[in-house]
């Protein structure tokens, strides 16, 4: 199957500061990424959904100036938690499917973000 | 809001056959069912995929009724590494469609 990757994988940092999270697709093109959150114990809260070349369209309670997505490749897509703070804590995962296919959506491996 | 409903949890032994079902009443004509699979800190992985009737692959077998109003995933012979969360989703398959997670079924398989 298709592979998506994530870096860094899980990364801490201070109160305030700014964190990108990588996603790629490794063997594939997707024009549509996806971002999800998960705290811990419960399931996982779409976010953001990703567009190659267009702004991304954020879910309803999701701060887009917080959370600011850039997808500038068929295979490449950043989302960047600015001014972070400890409630931001929590593990995001992205996903791709394969563009213009059928084939099922594929997840990136998450990345632990850990806000002091 | 999600489109399925699971059990919250379910128990069973190594070496049992685990079947898991989900609630989809609302399922449009053009939405496939879908697993997932997640451990603990990991992302979701795919198992398995169907339209109707039944599926079956190395991993798992999906059992979908002539109404597609649920599905039921099994699970042959669960051993201890099966112990994770299960999550049925329904969508179109199109490269844009998001998906929307429920609750997930946390599978706990003893010795």
């Known amino acids: 199957g298709a592979v998506v990757s994530q870096h860094p994988s899980w990364v801490i940092c201070k109160s305030g500061t700014s964190v990108k999270i990588e996603c790629r697709s490794l063997d594939f093109q997707a024009t549509t990424m996806f971002w999800y959150r998960q705290f811990p114990k419960q399931s996982l809260m779409l976010m953001a959904t990703?567009?190659?070349?267009?702004?991304?369209?954020?879910e309803q309670g999701v701060e887009k100036d917080k959370f600011l997505i850039n997808h500038a490749s068929l295979t490449l897509s950043t989302l960047t938690v600015t001014s972070a703070h400890p409630e931001d804590s929590s593990f995001y995962i992205c996903?791709?499917?394969?563009?213009?296919?059928?084939?099922?959506?594929?997840f990136g491996p998450g990345t632990r973000l850990t806000v002091l | 809001l999600a489109k399925t409903t699971q059990p919250i949890s379910m128990d069973s032994y190594e070496g049992q056959e685990v079947n898991i079902t989900c609630s989809h009443n609302n399922i449009a004509t053009n939405d496939y069912i879908t697993w997932y699979q997640q451990f603990p800190s990991q992302g979701p992985r795919f198992i398995i995929q169907?339209?109707?009737t039944k599926v079956t692959n190395e991993v798992a077998s999906l059992f979908i009724p002539a109404d597609r109003k649920s599905s039921t995933l099994s699970l042959p012979r669960v051993s201890l590494s099966d112990t994770a969360v299960y999550y049925c989703?329904?969508?179109?398959?199109?490269?844009?469609?998001?998906?929307?997670f429920g609750s997930g079924t946390r599978l706990l398989v003893r010795p």
């Open positions: 990703s567009n190659e070349g267009s702004k991304a369209t954020y």
């Open positions: 996903s791709a499917q394969v563009a213009g296919s059928t084939d099922t959506q594929y």
């Open positions: 989703l329904v969508g179109r398959m199109d490269s844009s469609y998001k998906l929307i």
């Open positions: 169907g339209y109707k």
